[in-house]
């Protein structure tokens, strides 16, 4: 079988692509296909996956229905409607790209939104969690802090994201060829979630002169998200921050 090959992290904004059917296979929604030129990013590192649809011969356009990994590829699951597929034939897919650019915006905010906090609470910060919602609409991240964030520190954290989104600082991509490598490289600027532990090369997902953190998502070109609001919400040991893409700007007033 000829090797796919992934090209939504190297080409993110490549919207269609015709390419041929690898491998299909059975699924319990319907089809697992294969595509040579796949530009279909499944589901990780609280990503949602692609939303979009295939097209083939002078069959109707069928949603995409799932992305799965397994067997050194990815996987477009089809629902049962689709028809049959076999390897070598054409197909065409199409993405959502508006799902897309907003979820590469909201994940560009987390990183944002993280990096922020730390810098207003400090190392005793540290990330639980992070998630961009299926809908690509909204994203939070949980963290551990040993008391409840005041008001006052939440307008701090949000004046200066906005300043961060108003600046427009590009983000680019680099490797490192180690963790360590990576520390040494870009010292204060270097951070990394005690959730994981990475080998061997790293990709980095680097703020200029900002924030640079170990991340294998799609991102905004610059920190220049565009309008979001802001929210608290309360956490056992320590709290959430949810983000939602606004058509206008939404000011942090306060609860206290």
């Known amino acids: 079988m000829d090797k796919q090959k992934q090209l939504f992290l190297a080409q993110p904004d490549l919207a269609e692509m015709e390419s041929t059917v690898l491998a299909a296979r059975s699924h319990s929604l319907g089809m697992a296909v294969a595509v040579a030129d796949n530009i279909v990013r499944p589901a990780g590192g609280g990503e949602p996956r692609d939303r979009g649809s295939v097209r083939?011969?002078?069959?109707?356009?069928?949603a995409i229905v799932g992305a799965e990994k397994g067997e050194g590829l990815t996987w477009l699951i089809l629902p049962n409607h689709a028809g049959e597929l076999c390897s070598g034939r054409s197909i065409v897919v199409n993405l959502d790209m508006e799902h897309r650019q907003r979820r590469r915006r909201l994940h560009t905010a987390i990183h944002l939104a993280i990096r922020t906090t730390?810098?207003?609470l400090g190392r005793g910060f540290q990330v639980a969690d992070a998630q961009i919602e299926d809908?690509?609409?909204?994203?939070w991240f949980s963290g551990r802090f040993a008391r409840s964030l005041t008001d006052a520190e939440i307008i701090s954290i949000d004046r200066s994201m906005r300043s961060l989104v108003l600046s427009a600082r590009p983000v680019n991509v680099a490797t490192a060829k180690s963790v360590e490598h990576a520390e040494r490289s870009y010292g204060e600027l270097f951070r990394m979630s005690d959730r994981y532990a990475l080998s061997g090369r790293v990709r980095l997902v680097c703020v200029e002169d900002f924030d640079v953190n170990p991340c294998s998502?799609?991102?905004?070109?610059?920190?220049?998200?565009?309008p979001y609001a802001l929210d608290r919400h309360a956490a056992p040991g320590g709290f959430t921050l949810r983000i939602q893409l606004t058509n206008?700007?939404?000011y942090w007033h306060g609860t206290d």
Do not use: E, F
């Open 118 to 120: 730390i810098n207003h």
């Open 56 to 62: 083939y011969s002078d069959t109707p356009s069928c």
């Open 135 to 139: 809908d690509a609409l909204t994203c």
């Open 248 to 250: 206008a700007w939404n």
């Open 217 to 226: 998502g799609l991102h905004h070109v610059s920190s220049d998200i565009g």
